[in-house]
C-alpha cells in the first residue's frame, strides 16, 4: 500500500518573535521541519506534501533542495485549523496509507511511524499518544469502557474530569485516504477555537466502527513541539544529549556530553577524545586515535589516524593526515591538507594549501594558495602572498626548505628543494634548489641621531 505523508508547516509561531517562520528555526543545524522531511523520507515508498502559509515562500525555498525534488507543496492561505490544513493536500494524496506529521515536532522517529502505520488498515486507523505528568494544554484521549479509543477533546474544551486525563493526543495519526476523505468534510469549527480540528475524525471512526490502535513513542520527547525559544533550547540538548550517547556506545570518549554539539553527521573510529565544547558540522569522518581540545569548531573535514587537535581551532573543510596536529588556536580553511606528521601551530591560518608530510608552520603564518614539499619549516609571520587584487596565485615550496621568519612570498613564486629564505626577505622570484635567498632593505646606522620630542602642549 502506498504512504502519503502530509507535513502541516503554515503556522506563524508567533511565540517565537521572529520574522523567520517557526518551523525554518534551526535544531542541530538543521530546519525543524527539515528534520520531518528527512525522517518521513526513509519510511517506505513515502510520498511528501508539505503544507504551508506564512512565510510559505521561504519554506519552499528552505526545502527546495535536490535531495528533496520529490516534496509537494500546498497552501494554507487561512490558517482555520488542523483539519483545514490536512484538507489543502486531499486532492494530491493517493488510495494508500496517509500519515500527518508536524513541521515543529523535529525529533519524532523512524520506528515510532513504523509501528503507527502498521495498525492502519481499511477497519482501523491510528493514533500516536503520550502518557505525561503535566497534561497542561494538550488534548485528552478518551476511552471507552473497554478501553477503546472514542475521542480526544482539547484541553480549551475538556471539562474537569477530562483534563484529569493523563494520557494525550500528540496530534500524530495515520489513516486510509479514502477514510480521510470520508471524514474531512463533515468537521465542524464549533468550538473554543472555532476552528476545523482533525483530532474529531477519531470520533468520527468510532462512530463508523472504526477502530482507533494507539500506540505511543519510545520517549515523550520524540512528539514535544516547539512554540517559543525555550521549548527550542530544550529540545536542541535533548537532540545533543541522544547523539552523544551514540557517540559514546561507538566508543568516542567525550569529556562532558553536556557541552558538545553535533550539526550534521559525523563518522567515527576508536579510542577518539573530545574535550568540551566541541562542534562538529556537515560532513566529518574521525579515524581512529584522534583527539580534539576544547573549543573547536570542525566542519566538513576529515581527521586521519592519530591526528591531534588543539584548543579553539577551527577547521572547515580541512584534511588532516596521519599522526598531524594543528592548534591552538589554528585555522585551517577550505582545501587544506596537511600530510602525516605535518605541525601547525597556534595563530596559523591555511587555505586552499597541500602541507607534505613533516613540515612545520609553528607560529602566526598565512598559506594560502600553496604547495609545501615535505620536512619543510615556515617560520613565524610568514605570509604567501596569494592575492594581487584581482586573482589569487600559486606558490610553490619545495622540499626541505627553510623559510625564515617574518618573509613574505608574493605569487606566483616557486622556492626550489633544500633552499633557505632569510628571516624578513620579500620573495618575487624563483629561488633554485639548495640557495640561499636574502631580500631585505640594507641597515643603515646612523649616530648621534636625536629622537624627536613632544611639543609641549599650552
Not at 599522526?323 to 602525516?340: K, V, Y
Not at 591555511?350 to 615556515?378: C, F, M, P, Q, W
Amino acid at each position: 500500500m502506498t504512504l502519503d505523508v502530509v507535513i502541516l508547516a503554515a503556522g506563524q509561531g508567533s511565540r517565537m518573535r521572529s520574522k523567520t517562520p517557526k518551523v525554518l528555526h534551526k535544531l542541530a543545524g538543521r530546519s525543524l521541519v527539515q528534520h520531518v522531511v528527512d525522517t518521513a523520507s526513509g519510511l517506505e515508498q513515502a510520498r511528501l506534501h508539505v503544507v504551508v502559509g506564512h512565510g510559505g515562500e521561504m519554506v519552499r525555498q528552505a526545502l527546495s533542495t535536490p535531495a528533496d525534488r520529490e516534496l509537494a507543496f500546498c497552501e494554507q492561505a487561512e490558517q482555520k485549523g488542523t483539519g483545514h490544513a490536512v484538507a489543502q493536500a486531499l486532492d494530491s494524496l493517493g488510495d494508500g496509507k496517509v500519515l500527518v506529521l508536524y513541521g515543529d515536532v523535529p525529533l519524532i522517529q523512524a520506528r515510532t511511524l513504523e509501528t503507527l502505520l502498521e495498525g492502519v488498515d481499511e477497519r482501523h486507523m491510528a493514533l500516536l499518544t503520550v502518557t505525561l505528568d503535566d497534561p497542561t494544554g494538550y488534548g485528552r484521549i478518551v476511552r471507552d469502557g473497554k478501553g477503546s479509543v472514542v475521542a480526544i477533546v482539547e484541553h480549551k474544551d475538556a471539562d474537569n474530569q477530562q483534563r484529569a486525563i493523563r494520557e494525550c493526543n500528540t496530534g500524530i495519526m495515520a489513516m486510509t485516504a479514502a477514510q480521510l476523505r470520508c471524514w474531512l468534510p463533515e468537521l465542524s469549527a464549533e468550538n473554543a477555537q472555532g476552528e476545523y480540528y482533525l483530532t474529531d475524525v477519531i470520533a468520527m471512526a468510532a462512530a463508523d466502527g472504526v477502530e482507533v490502535t494507539a500506540s505511543q513513542p519510545g520517549s515523550p520527547v520524540e512528539v514535544e513541539g516547539v512554540n517559543d525559544r525555550r521549548q527550542l533550547a530544550s529540545l536542541e540538548r535533548a537532540f545533543q544529549r541522544r547523539q552523544a550517547d551514540r557517540l559514546m556506545a561507538a566508543g568516542v570518549g567525550l569529556a562532558d556530553p553536556e557541552r558538545f554539539d553535533l550539526r550534521g553527521d559525523v563518522t567515527v573510529g576508536r579510542d577518539i577524545q573530545i574535550d568540551v565544547n566541541v562542534i562538529l558540522e556537515g560532513q566529518v569522518i574521525l579515524e581512529d586515535d584522534v583527539v580534539i581540545g576544547p573549543h573547536c569548531v570542525i566542519k566538513d573535514s576529515v581527521i586521519r589516524r592519530g591526528a591531534v587537535i588543539k584548543a579553539n581551532s577551527h577547521l572547515d573543510g580541512a584534511e588532516m593526515g596521519e599522526e598531524s596536529d594543528c592548534g591552538p588556536f589554528a585555522r585551517l580553511r577550505p582545501g587544506t591538507r596537511l600530510g602525516a606528521r605535518a605541525h601547525v601551530g597556534n595563530f596559523v591560518e591555511t587555505k586552499n594549501a597541500t602541507l607534505g608530510e613533516g613540515v612545520k608552520a609553528g607560529h602566526l603564518s598565512y598559506l594560502g594558495d600553496a604547495e609545501i614539499g615535505r620536512d619543510t619549516n615556515i617560520g613565524a609571520g610568514t605570509i604567501t602572498c596569494n592575492y594581487d587584487g584581482a586573482n589569487k596565485h600559486l606558490t610553490r615550496i619545495g622540499e626541505r626548505v627553510f623559510v625564515g621568519s617574518n618573509s613574505a612570498l608574493v605569487a606566483p613564486v616557486t622556492i626550489g628543494n633544500g633552499a633557505t629564505v632569510a628571516a624578513g626577505s620579500t620573495i618575487t622570484r624563483t629561488v633554485e634548489d639548495d640557495e640561499l635567498a636574502i631580500a631585505r632593505s640594507r641597515q643603515v646606522a646612523k649616530q648621534g641621531w636625536q629622537r624627536p620630542e613632544k611639543t609641549p602642549k599650552r
